[in-house]
Nanobody
Framework: QVQLVESGGGLVQAGGSLRLSCAAS????????IGWYRQAPGKQRELVAA???????AYADSVKGRFTISRDNAKNTVYLQMNSLKPEDTAVYYC???????WGQGTQVTVSS
């Protein structure tokens, strides 16, 4: 089993920054790709960014150039640095272990205009 715990969400003004963390525990040897997803009220959950154990990363078009995903394999932690935040980035952000299909509990990000 894998446990994922997100942290770092909060309230920030438009143009501000936040750094989310996703700490993994349990059978972490089974984790390759980790994705950050978000879900805004009334909308479907969407993939924001993903990274493999080898640090290959991919981003949704809506966040390219503003968000950066990274990971520290020694700490079993994946980060999402979010800069130039916009009100439309407001959502609950979740991390997801792709191959084993585990989800974290989510962390709320609210961007005020």
């Amino acid at each position: 089993q894998v446990q994922l715990v997100e942290s770092g969400g909060g309230l920030v003004q438009a143009g501000g920054s936040l750094r989310l963390s996703c700490a993994a525990s349990g059978s972490t040897f089974s984790i390759n790709a980790i994705g950050w997803y978000r879900q805004a009220p009334g909308k479907q959950r969407e993939l924001v960014a993903a990274i493999t154990r080898g640090h290959s990363a991919a981003y949704a078009d809506s966040v390219k150039g503003r968000f950066t995903i990274s990971r520290d394999n020694a700490k079993n932690t994946v980060y999402l640095q979010m800069n130039s935040l916009k009100p439309e980035d407001t959502a609950v952000y979740y991390c997801h272990a792709t191959e084993s299909n585990y989800w974290g509990q989510g962390t709320q990000v609210t961007v005020s205009s």
